[in-house]
């Protein structure tokens, strides 16, 4: 058995000295990744013949959304933050849905799923809860705040 990247003489060292333990951190021939899978629904959402913006248009809506947020933002926090929460929860939402979203998926389709709207979610309920006079009150997060604080 031959180390990885090398002869096992220790490519120029003693044969003890430096390399012994590549010997034991050798992963089987059998489980060895030759390349990444891509992740389900990962297909392209048109023709390879299309343009690029219209093959990743699921992508571009919720980077579009986010960026409309963020200078929405600068006038207006509050609203802008909920374009950004929206988009998240859009992605969510088409990530769920579609059958192909290019490059929206990332990781499994329950994994983006699940990132994507814990993420949307929060940010739209922090931005509803956000002072001064916020829109949203819940009063058991007031007095963990409370609590906590004091």
Not at 3 to 27: E, I, K, M, S
Request: hydrophobic share 45%; net charge positive.
């Amino acid at each position: 058995m031959t180390a990885v990247g090398g002869t096992g003489q220790g490519q120029g060292q003693g044969q003890g000295q430096g390399v012994g333990w590549l010997g034991r951190w050798r992963v089987p021939e059998k489980y060895r990744t030759r390349d990444t899978a891509r992740p389900e629904g990962g297909e392209r959402t048109a023709p390879g013949s299309a343009p690029a913006p219209i093959r990743q248009w699921p992508l571009l809506a919720v980077l579009g959304g986010t960026l409309l947020g963020l200078l929405v933002t600068l006038g207006d926090f509050r609203i802008g933050l909920l374009l950004v929460g929206c988009s998240l929860l859009g992605g969510a939402a088409m990530r769920g849905w579609l059958p192909a979203v290019g490059m929206l998926a990332v990781r499994s389709r329950f994994t983006d799923v699940l990132t994507y709207g814990v993420a949307g979610a929060l940010i739209t309920l922090l931005t509803l809860m956000a002072e001064p006079r916020p829109w949203l009150e819940v009063p058991f997060l007031n007095d963990v705040l409370r609590f906590s604080a004091g």
